[in-house]
């Protein structure tokens, strides 16, 4: 899947994804988030909260994101798995309030009163969902 396809994909709502962390211990969390968004080829920001997934990339800002969509049998889903690393997470400012704006106009006034951090993240490596190598 090029990053075209990724970037389409990524963004058709309604979706949700699994947001995977690690501590600096090396123990795991998996999250469900519907906020991300890809907003060039190389770029991924959310909005989370004051959660263990944010205390987590504070510690170790390398994440994996997996978007999916089903299809009829799992060889025929499509989705990718998507490597990240926090480059910048506020918690006040420009980024911050653009993030929260935006995810009221797509959730609803009170969504954005959960939101703890905007982060803005990099995308190191794109596999597919399914790999039969």
């Given at each position: 899947m090029n990053r075209q396809e990724l970037m389409a994909l990524f963004n058709k709502y309604p979706r949700i994804g699994t947001?995977?962390?690690a501590n600096k211990m090396g123990e795991v969390?998996?999250?469900?988030?519907g906020s991300p968004r890809m907003i060039d080829e190389n770029t991924i920001v959310m909005g989370i909260g004051n959660?263990?997934?944010f205390r987590n990339l504070e510690r170790n800002p390398k994440a994996v994101f997996i978007v999916m969509e089903p299809g009829q049998t799992v060889l025929d889903w499509k989705g990718a798995r998507v490597y990240l690393e926090a480059v910048d997470m506020e918690t006040e400012g420009e980024f911050y309030d653009r993030i929260r704006?935006?995810?009221a106009k797509a959730?609803?006034?009170?969504?954005p009163d959960m939101i703890?951090?905007?982060i803005r993240f990099r995308i190191i490596?794109?596999?597919p969902i399914v790999d039969m190598g």
């Open positions: 947001l995977s962390t969390n998996v999250a469900v988030f959660n263990r997934s704006h935006d995810i959730a609803g006034q009170q969504a703890h951090a905007a490596e794109v596999r």
